[in-house]
């Protein structure tokens, strides 16, 4: 199995670009950039890695931003995981960024973007790899921090698909983001935003209606809502579900808990994905197989995953079937 897991074609559609810095690549960049870190050792810092929720792990993964400062950081930093897609056999890849992580510590929007999207531009030449942006708003900050960020991109809009909501979702509902989704939308962004991860499976509601959204990050509290998991199969709404996220971040207790088999067997769009590899232990091919190895599946379902991602993911009609 493990071996069909690696060959198998993949299509990423959750990834913090800022969740997929290594330790090893911290340690890098904080002494080229001078920046001093609460660590002696990248052993040091994987130790560090023990997370009870989401919040916990969030201050963490918004420390080692950090070491972050210049055009070339945030190239590097996307090359390191396009190298791991490669590997791991991930053809094409939609990844998040948080620009407010870094404009808050007086970082250039500018500099961010065009670090992650000069090494997009390769990975597509050198790799065979393609890949969209999709730029998240920070839901603990306000409104107008956000409206200022969509400011910032609509320079950029050549290089950005959608827009997406990340960070705590407690406490930060959709609703909080549906002014500044309406905007977007109308600049001709597509939209997504994680919901149901932590919080209830109303956000995943919310999240479809009031920010018009495409597909809903995790998602996997739906199943506390009985009619709209009947809505998700019915509108073919997908779910980029992270399985050894959830797992570290105690959202299921262990694989064995995890309901993502049994929402694909139900007909759910459901993807695998990485989320914050460098946080949680794994790229793709690590995901599929602790599911996997959790949850006995034939190579039909296995590849159904990738099946649903393609149908999911934003490229173009000719591109999904170049892909199939
Ligand atoms: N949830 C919310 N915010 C995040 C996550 C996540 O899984 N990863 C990075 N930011
Ligand atoms: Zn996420």
């Known amino acids: 199995m493990k071996e069909f897991i690696c060959g198998l074609p993949k299509v990423e559609l959750h990834l913090h670009i800022e969740g997929s810095l290594e330790p090893e690549l911290m340690f890098e960049l904080a ?11 990248p052993q040091e810092v994987r130790d560090a890695y023990e997370f009870h929720n989401l919040q916990s792990f969030l201050d963490i993964y918004y420390q080692g931003a950090n070491v972050l ?27 998040f960024f948080d620009p407010q992580t ?23 030449h050198e790799l ?9 708003f920070l839901r603990h900050l306000d409104e107008a921090s956000a409206f200022e960020t969509l400011e910032q991109a609509l320079l950029h809009k050549d290089k950005i698909i959608a827009v997406g909501l990340d960070s705590s ?9 549906e002014n500044v989704f309406q905007k977007a939308l ?3 962004f597509l939209t997504v935003a994680h919901a149901g991860e ?6 995943i509601d919310d999240a479809l209606v009031l920010l018009r959204t495409a597909r809903i990050d995790h998602g996997v509290r739906c199943v506390e809502d009985e009619a709209l998991v009947g809505r998700l199969i019915e509108g073919k709404v997908p779910l980029t579900v992270c399985p050894l996220s959830n797992t ?24 695998l994905n990485s989320d914050d590899p460098a946080y949680f232990g794994g790229y793709m091919n690590a995901n599929f197989l602790a599911v996997a190895n959790a949850h006995p599946m034939s190579k039909e379902e296995l590849a159904q995953f990738t099946l649903n991602a393609i149908e999911a993911s934003f490229i173009s009609e000719s591109e999904k079937l170049r892909l199939q």
């Open 31 to 41: 002494k080229r950039n001078q920046v001093a870190i609460p660590y002696n050792t």
């Open 69 to 95: 400062i210049h055009e070339q950081d945030f190239f590097d930093l996307t090359w390191a995981y396009l190298l791991r897609c490669k590997e791991d056999n991930v053809l094409h890849t939609e990844i």
């Open 102 to 124: 870094h404009t808050s510590r007086g970082i250039d929007f500018d500099i961010v973007i065009c670090g992650i999207h000069r090494a997009l531009v390769q990975a597509q």
């Open 128 to 136: 065979g790899i393609t890949s969209q942006l999709i730029m998240c």
């Open 169 to 177: 979702e407690l406490g930060h509902p959709p609703k909080k983001f």
């Open 186 to 188: 109308t600049e001709g």
């Open 198 to 203: 932590e919080g209830p499976a109303k956000n």
């Open 248 to 271: 570290k971040l105690k959202v299921f207790e262990d694989m064995e808990q995890h309901n993502v088999v049994e929402l694909l067997r139900r007909g759910v769009c459901v993807t």
